[in-house]
């Protein structure tokens, strides 16, 4: 499985130059060098991590996010999000290095690319905690599922949703683009949609799962929301 990974991972990223590099118009774009590194590097290190910690939930993650039981809502979000996700990508690449519409100073860059990096320490201890943490939304009966109410959970009910706004932030400040951090708002709110939808069907499916939100509060941010 982890060779599995890292030729997926290896793909993932080739695919990702092609795009942001080609909608550049130019290889002399450091941002984007130090994004596909810092995603690439770090995103092999936590898979590999929960390859040998969780087996079960890493197979489940490296399903990607669509499969074919998935539920017909969560398909069509993710299809959304996936378009937006490439289109806030090209739009960065327009921005900061085809006709260079905005400037973001070095330091932003820097603070973005620590956001990305706590983006996926949240993800990190989202998969510690959850066995159950897959792409897609699904009970889990053949695994056991479960309600899981400690780390991350016991502060907010999405940690892995809440550890994505931190990423989706710091990728366009990373990059080096206002326009790509404009197109962020789009993203937060499907992220949004799907939180609720999420928790509809396991209030519905998952036992326990009432009880555990009305213990706790908060979806995404701690005294917000």
Not at 81 to 92: C, D, E, G, R, Y
Not at 103 to 114: E, F, K
Not at 146 to 158: D, F, L, Q
């Amino acid at each position: 499985m982890v060779a599995q990974l890292i030729i997926k991972t290896a793909v993932w990223l080739a695919g990702l130059a092609v795009l942001l590099f080609v909608s550049a118009g130019t290889l002399h774009w450091p941002g984007a060098w130090v994004y596909l590194a810092e995603i690439g590097v770090i995103g092999t290190a936590v898979g590999i991590w929960l390859a040998y910690y969780d087996p079960g939930l890493f197979a489940e993650r490296l399903g990607g996010i669509f499969t074919s039981a998935q539920r017909t809502w969560d398909r069509a979000l993710m299809m959304v999000f996936a378009a937006l996700w490439i289109a806030s990508l090209v739009l960065s690449a327009f921005d900061t290095a085809r006709f260079q519409w905005s400037h973001v100073p070095p330091w932003l860059q820097v603070v973005g690319a620590l956001l990305i990096a706590l983006g996926y320490y949240v993800f990190y201890l989202t998969f510690r905690e959850n066995s159950y943490a897959a792409p897609v939304v699904a009970i889990q009966s053949e695994r056991g599922h479960r309600v899981v109410s400690s780390g991350p959970y016991a502060i907010v009910r999405h940690p892995m949703y809440a550890g994505a706004l931190p990423f989706f932030v710091g990728t366009p400040l990373l990059l080096g683009s206002w326009w790509g951090l404009a197109a962020t708002p789009l993203l937060i709110a499907l992220l949004v949609i799907r939180a609720v939808k999420e928790e509809r069907t396991l209030a519905d499916e998952l036992p326990g799962y009432r009880d555990y939100a009305t213990r706790v509060r908060y979806r995404l941010v701690p005294h917000i929301w």
